[in-house]
């Protein structure tokens, strides 16, 4: 079973006991979340699609630690005039474990 669930904006496929990284969340380490943008279900052969959200459904979760990605570097130059900057840029994270999903 694996459902397609949107988080901040973004979409996420999940299962249930697996552990993704998604956008900073407000929550605390351990606290349980629930996501009710939940855009399609799939369980064997049997598919829901929503238009644009699967009614009734859920995707249950808990936060496990919350962090910095590694660093991205940011460098601008024009040629011939001496102008260079070199940026660095952490992006904060939630990372989750997602309990079960349901219909």
């Given at each position: 079973?694996?459902?397609?669930?949107k988080?901040?904006n973004?979409?996420?496929r999940?299962?249930p006991?697996?552990?993704?990284?998604v956008?900073?969340?407000?929550?605390?380490?351990?606290a349980?979340?629930?996501?009710?943008?939940?855009?399609?279900?799939?369980?064997g052969?049997?598919i829901?699609v929503?238009?644009?959200?699967?009614?009734?459904?859920?995707v249950?979760?808990?936060?496990?630690?919350h962090?910095?990605?590694?660093?991205?570097?940011?460098?601008?130059?024009?040629r011939?005039?001496n102008?260079?900057?070199k940026?660095g840029?952490?992006q904060h994270?939630?990372?989750?474990?997602i309990t079960?999903?349901?219909v």
């Open positions: 079973m694996y459902a397609v669930v988080i901040k973004q979409q996420f999940v299962t006991g697996a552990e993704l990284q956008p900073l969340l407000a929550e605390e380490v351990g349980a979340v629930t996501f009710a943008d939940v855009m399609l279900v799939a369980d052969d049997k829901q929503g238009t644009p959200n699967v009614p009734g459904a859920s249950a979760a808990e936060i496990v630690e962090g910095r990605s590694r660093k991205i570097i940011v460098f601008k130059k024009k011939r005039k102008y260079r900057r940026n840029h952490r994270f939630t990372a989750i474990r079960e999903i349901t």
